[in-house]
T-cell receptor, first 111, second 114 residues
Framework: GEDVEQSLFLSVREGDSSVINCTYTDSSSTYLYWYKQEPGAGLQLLTYIFSNMDMKQDQRLTVLLNKKDKHLSLRIADTQTGDSAIYFCAGNTGTASKLTFGTGTRLQVTL | DTGVSQNPRHKITKRGQNVTFRCDPISEHNRLYWYRQTLGQGPEFLTYFQNEAQLEKSRLLSDRFSAERPKGSFSTLEIQRTEQGDSAMYLC????????????FGQGTRLTVV
């Protein structure tokens, strides 16, 4: 099955850019996703990228996909304190939206 | 419609008891998914429905777990004879068939088995 790995923790200063990285093993994922989870809350879909794309930009978010290295990253420009949360990357496997998630990266934004 | 709704938000139960959780998806969404998230981990897929049909079940879904979606709208997840290892956040998500890429999650039900 799919394995998805992420670093556990990232700390950035407010206003700086954050880059959260993810590596995955199953290259058959059609879509790759980034979700945000705030304490005690469910998952919020931030963005997703189709597997034949290299990059997708959505306001402050930029997703980069390197299929050769099976590496996905999420860049958050001008990081704000409200961006503090756990970020999960995920890939879809098999049918429908069955998702395989990474273990999550906790982003801490300091003043 | 305010999104995917899950009830209860928290449930504490004694080991060996049965529990049932409910998920109300976004009204026009015909796909519904259940995930389990343990502390410090990402969510793990349990099962999904298209309308009332349960189309896929993970091997994580032991025979103590059963999920239903009788009328293709809300879904229930029942755990029989709960064990401490069942303590987790149970997340529900829904999507349309055409936009299966965009699954929206509820806030989850946190189960604590004591």
């Amino acid at each position: 099955g799919e394995d998805v790995e992420q670093s556990l923790f990232l700390s950035v200063r407010e206003g700086d850019s954050s880059v959260i990285n993810c590596t995955y093993t199953d290259s058959s994922s059609t879509y790759l996703y980034w979700y945000k989870q705030e304490p005690g809350a469910g998952l919020q879909l931030l963005t997703y990228i189709f597997s034949n794309m290299d990059m997708k930009q959505d306001q402050r978010l930029t997703v980069l996909l390197n299929k050769k290295d099976k590496h996905l990253s999420l860049r958050i420009a001008d990081t704000q304190t409200g961006d503090s949360a756990i970020y999960f990357c995920a890939g879809n496997t098999g049918t429908a939206s069955k998702l395989t998630f990474g273990t999550g990266t906790r982003l801490q934004v300091t003043l | 419609d305010t999104g995917v709704s899950q009830n209860p938000r928290h449930k504490i139960t004694k080991r060996g008891q049965n529990v049932t959780f409910r998920c109300d998806p976004i009204s026009e969404h015909n796909r519904l998914y259940w995930y389990r998230q343990t502390l410090g981990q990402g969510p793990e897929f349990l099962t999904y429905f298209q309308n009332e049909a349960q189309l896929e079940k993970s091997r994580l879904l032991s025979d103590r777990f059963s999920a239903e979606r009788p009328k293709g709208s809300f879904s229930t997840l029942e755990i029989q004879r709960t064990e401490q290892g069942d303590s987790a956040m149970y997340l529900c998500a829904s999507s349309t068939y055409r936009a299966a890429t965009e699954a929206f999650f509820g806030q989850g039900t946190r189960l604590t088995v004591v």
